[in-house]
């Protein structure tokens, strides 16, 4: 019996997957998700339409591991990875995901068309929802080891109430229902609210310092809620 191979066979197999994605990003921000074809990306990708259902299984397996790339990348940079771990990193990666829906409102509202457009099915599969909170509860359970959570905290509840709050008010956006401006603000906003209960009395005190900043409606932009942030990380 032959033995089982790796998820890759080579590097030039997980190059090539590397260079499908892309070609699939650079898609997603020019064209809407239903009007992009795998034989349009197999032709951009210099592989052939089979290659794209061996490793992608379907379209919307494709499109799903595009979107889920460009959350990667955000949780992988230098900005997220050398904030403080715990609380801060969370809101860290937060502030710069929705940062990238500012930058690029279109992109995002496509990638978010894809991941909401799933089935439960695919879901099971692919887990791209389930991805955001997975790396939520792992961040929690680094802030639970760094005593900035109480000791009775279940992080994989509180891993559940920060993804349906990001993922709400991503939503509400996609909608139409609030500019990507208050977007930014609402999603640190709701991680605050999600982490205040759990937190112990001092990263509790500098979430609520936070939270004051950036519900005072005379703030500048970028002021004092950075300057808050940059509190904690110190």
Known sequence: MAKPRGRYASPAQAERRKRILRETL????????????????????????KTLYNLFKSRS????????????DIQSSANVMSAPAGISRILELTRRTM?????????????MSVVVG???EEEAEHHRVGMTQKWFHEALLVAKSED?????????????????????????WQKGIISVETLRRQAVIKHCL????????ETRNWLNDLLGSLTTTTQKPGGNAQASEARLAS
Do not use: H, N
Request: aromatic share 4%; net charge negative; glycine share 2%.
């Open 118 to 120: 799933i089935s439960a």
């Open 194 to 201: 999600d982490l205040m209960p759990f937190c112990r009395r």
């Open 99 to 111: 940062d990238t829906f500012q930058r690029s409102p279109e992109f995002m509202e496509s990638a």
């Open 26 to 49: 650079k898609l997603l921000q020019e064209e809407p998700p239903a009007e992009i074809s795998m034989a349009q990306i197999a032709d951009l990708s210099e592989v052939s339409t």
């Open 148 to 172: 900035q959570l109480l000791p009775d905290t279940d992080c994989i509840e509180l891993s559940q109430l920060l993804a349906a709050s990001q993922w709400g008010v991503t939503l509400m």
């Open 61 to 72: 397996g494709l499109l799903l591991a595009a979107a889920a790339q460009t959350r990667a």
